[in-house]
């Protein structure tokens, strides 16, 4: 009875590991959603241009007014190894950044909140802005 008991553990074990296997990374994750939201926030009052990329996704380019804002939802992979690279741009400047770092955001943020400013990004709470500045 005992070694059929151990002889099933190994093999749910061994099925589990196999799932984790053929899972595709994205999907894979026992954290919450995450929320990144952009917000142009550029002092000029300028359209703001972005595009923003991980390993498996491309947003796309992205136009905001004044004020405007734009959001996408994912999930953290297994390997915490989730990143969104952008390319910030607006009448003659272009910057870059990494708006979302699992290893940097993770534990900081569910929703995590952009206000772009011509010096840089900044991450904002209520009450609260986290100013970082442009990779380039
Ligand atoms: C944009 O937001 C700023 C700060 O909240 C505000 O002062 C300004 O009136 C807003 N402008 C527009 C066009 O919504």
């Not at 939201?37 to 002092?43: D, F, H, K, S, T």
């Not at 972005?50 to 905001?64: I, P």
């Not at 009448?91 to 929703?111: L, M, P, T, W």
């Amino acid at each position: 009875m005992m070694v059929r008991k151990g002889a099933m553990f190994i093999r749910v074990r061994t099925v589990f590991l196999f799932w984790l296997l053929i899972q595709p990374s994205t999907s894979l994750s026992l954290d919450p959603e995450k929320t990144v939201v952009v917000e142009n926030g550029l002092e000029g009052g300028q359209d703001l241009f972005f595009h923003c990329k991980s390993s498996d996704s491309d947003l796309g380019v992205q136009q905001l007014h004044l004020n405007g804002t734009f959001r996408w939802r994912f999930r953290v992979n297994l390997f915490e190894t989730t990143l969104f690279h952008c390319i910030f741009q607006w009448e003659g400047a272009s910057h870059s950044f990494v708006i979302y770092k699992a290893k940097r955001d993770q534990y900081i943020c569910n929703v995590c909140s952009w206000i772009v400013k011509e010096e840089g990004p900044c991450m904002y709470f209520p009450g609260n802005l986290n100013c970082y500045n442009w990779y380039s």
